[in-house]
């Protein structure tokens, strides 16, 4: 059984940056970050694979960086010149190497408000 911890999430204004953090307890293949704004639909941040390849969602290129620690099974999300519309739940994603299956973190609210 997969498990996902995150933590980072929080308040800031906007402009401002946050890092947030998801560490898993399997073997995972792609990790990456999905969020879901009130009355939205959960949508792709970005994802990042064992080998580093990435995918962003257009609204957050050039402002958020996906990494990942394999040796830790960690992945992170640093966030900057963050707006309003960043307002959400974030969740973390992962997928089991072997099983293929996917696995949902618990989801961390990043509130971006003055």
């Known amino acids: 059984q997969v498990q996902l911890v995150e933590s980072g999430g929080g308040l800031v204004q906007p402009g401002g940056s946050l890092r947030l953090s998801c560490a898993t307890s399997g073997s995972i293949a792609s990790m990456g970050w999905y969020r879901q704004a009130p009355v939205k639909q959960r949508e792709l941040v970005a994802t990042i694979t064992t080998d580093g390849d990435t995918i962003y969602a257009n609204s957050v290129k050039g402002r958020f960086t996906i990494s990942r620690d394999n040796a830790k099974n960690t992945v992170y999300l640093q966030m900057s010149s963050l707006k309003p519309e960043d307002t959400a739940v974030y969740y973390c994603?992962?997928?089991?190497?072997?099983?293929?299956?996917?696995?949902w973190g618990q989801g961390t609210q990043v509130t971006v408000s003055s």
């Open positions: 994603h992962a997928v089991s190497r072997y099983s293929g299956n996917v696995y």
